[in-house]
């Protein structure tokens, strides 16, 4: 699986950004897909994750409320809608696919395929 993240940019506070996900590979539709970031200096950090059906999301507390994953199987396409963008969002946002035991989707390590990233910064 191949994975290419798009979407990021830069946005003042209060604002909104979509980042897609697109993937090649027949398998997308089973695999766990995951949203992460890391912030210059810091570990990547789990931002949301959702099964292959999509009926079942994980998201970081601190992103709970303002962040909305969801994917699109027939387009082999995974979305994290990010509103009320906050500047402690700044950050470089990485996809990730894999065979996840779902009690571990916070894991990095957990995953098998990640994209290249997309940097998001939030301006005060």
């Known amino acids: 699986v191949q994975l290419q993240a798009s979407g990021g940019g830069l946005v003042q506070a209060g604002g909104s950004l979509r980042l897609s996900c697109a993937a090649s590979?027949?398998?997308?539709?089973?695999?766990?897909m995951g949203w992460f970031r890391q912030a210059p200096g810091k570990e990547r950090d789990f931002v949301a994750a959702?099964?292959?059906?999509?009926?079942?999301?994980l998201y970081a507390d601190s992103v709970k409320g303002r962040f909305t994953i969801s994917r699109d199987n027939a387009k082999n396409t995974l979305f994290l809608q990010m509103n009320s963008l906050k500047p402690e969002d700044t950050a470089v946002y990485y996809c990730?696919?894999?065979?996840?035991?779902?009690?571990?989707?916070?894991?990095?390590?957990?995953?098998?395929?990640w994209g290249q990233g997309t940097q998001v910064t939030v301006s005060s």
């Open positions: 590979g027949r398998t997308f539709s089973s695999y766990t």
């Open positions: 990730a696919a894999g065979r996840v035991i779902y009690s571990s989707s916070r894991l990095p390590r957990q995953y098998d395929y």
């Open positions: 959702v099964r292959w059906s999509g009926s079942n999301t």
